[in-house]
């Protein structure tokens, strides 16, 4: 069964201290892993696409990687407005309309 | 352009009330997805339609819950009897064919059951 899973659950960093956040998935194939935000009463917002291990993009301060296994989405030196629950995402390979399978998220709180 | 449009923001009822929740999607995108999102847990697929037709809807509990979309534009998405579990938020999503994973969202209709 498809699966992904995120860690930590929850992230506090002051301004400035950079850190990652962790994305492990199982799937039978990978179409492809997408990272999105979501901040409080909203839905979520697209950030990035990664189609193969290897495969790396970057936005501002963010940076999402991808392995076999698992992604990262590492942030350099975050700003207060970072702050917002990141989701994580799987399309199966044999998935060919859209269909995600989304990890529980991890809430990034970063203080000033 | 504007983003995916859904009503109600906010809706309270009481058990075995029905509910009804509709949304529009970006304009031109032919896909069109409900989700569920549970507090602390990520969106979960109830069904998705291309245009008119509703290509998958195994998530979706069939003896209560309904869906439609009309002229393959907007859509509703209905609940009877509600239940106290089906107090979550319900989020709409549109894509444009071809664009895997790119998914663009409503703000979501959260329902509370008493």
């Known amino acids: 069964e498809d699966q992904v899973t995120q860690s930590p659950e929850a992230l506090r960093l002051q301004e400035g201290e950079s850190s990652s956040l962790n994305c492990s998935y199982t799937v039978s194939g990978l179409r492809g892993l997408f990272w999105y935000r979501q901040d409080p009463g909203k839905g979520p917002e697209f950030l990035f696409t990664?189609?193969?291990a290897g495969e790396e993009k970057e936005k501002e301060r963010l940076k999402a990687t991808l392995t076999k296994k698992e992604s990262f989405l590492h942030i350099t030196a975050p700003k207060p407005e970072d702050s917002a629950t990141y989701l994580c995402?799987?399309?199966?390979?044999?998935?060919?309309?859209?269909?995600?399978?989304f990890g529980q998220g991890t809430e990034l709180s970063v203080k000033p | 352009e504007a983003g995916v449009v859904q009503s109600p923001r906010y809706k309270i009822i009481e058990k075995k009330q029905p509910v009804a929740f509709w949304c529009n999607p970006i304009s031109g995108h032919n896909t069109l997805y409900w989700y569920l999102q549970n507090l602390g847990q990520g969106p979960e697929l109830l069904i998705r339609y291309e245009n008119e037709e509703a290509v998958d809807d195994s998530q979706l509990p069939k003896d209560r819950f309904s869906a439609e979309r009309l002229k393959g534009v907007d859509s509703t998405l209905k609940i009877q009897p509600a239940e106290l579990g089906d107090s979550a938020v319900y989020l709409c999503?549109?894509?444009?064919?071809?664009?895997?994973?790119?998914?663009?969202f409503g703000e979501g209709s959260r329902l509370t059951v008493l």
């Open positions: 999503a549109s894509s444009q064919g071809g664009v895997a994973g790119e998914l663009f």
């Open positions: 990664l189609y193969s």
């Open positions: 995402a799987v399309q199966e390979v044999n998935n060919q309309g859209g269909k995600l399978i």
